[in-house]
């Protein structure tokens, strides 16, 4: 679990340097994924919660940029958001994989693998349309607010993720089953 805590704060701190155009692509799930797979749903939540405190340390800092004009737009929504999004990637993914791993492990981790970035975006995308739509709006350029989920969150920043996830699931199913002894 050590082990995995530090790859999500070394990975976060790196993602910051990996960039698709103006975004960074995000391979901290992968050791969310991972835990979540190999220890449950709690180790996931907290995994995924550390991920979250990474991301709020860059938005306080102004590391990222965007996530700046978050804070500065409501520093505590901001923190729940960031909290939220990521603890609930890692507790469902746990949740997804223990629901699966019985009828084939490599499924369910490609399965929880999925669930991690879906859920992350989703609360994140929801959340900046409930509670930062000018923030959300800025971004877009005062262009097409639609447009600019689509592309700019969706294409240019879920996608590469959800892909990233799904090409490791099956290293990180080897890696649970090395871990765990060969059990499921």
Request: charged content about 5%; glycine content about 12%; overall charge positive.
């Amino acid at each position: 679990g050590a082990i995995l805590t530090a790859l999500v704060v070394i990975l976060q701190f790196l993602g910051a340097f990996i960039r698709f155009g103006p975004f960074s692509i995000s391979l901290v799930l992968i050791p969310v994924v991972l835990g979540a797979a190999i220890y449950g749903p709690g180790t996931g939540a907290l995994l995924g919660a550390t991920f979250g405190v990474i991301v709020f340390a860059n938005c306080v800092t102004g590391a990222d940029p965007g996530g700046a004009m978050v804070f500065q737009a409501n520093p505590v929504i901001c923190f729940l958001v960031v909290m939220a999004k990521g603890t609930l990637a890692g507790f469902i993914s746990g949740l997804v994989y223990k629901l699966f791993k019985e009828k084939n492990s490599y499924v369910a981790m490609l399965l929880a693998a999925i669930v991690c970035p879906v859920i992350n975006t989703g609360v994140f995308v929801a959340c900046m349309l409930l509670f930062f739509i000018d923030v959300l709006s800025a971004w877009a350029g005062g262009g097409d607010l639609l447009g600019y989920i689509l592309t700019g969150l969706i294409l240019a920043n879920f996608v590469p993720e959800l892909i990233i996830n799904i090409v490791f699931s099956p290293a990180s199913a080897r890696i649970h089953r090395a871990v765990s002894g060969n059990r499921a």
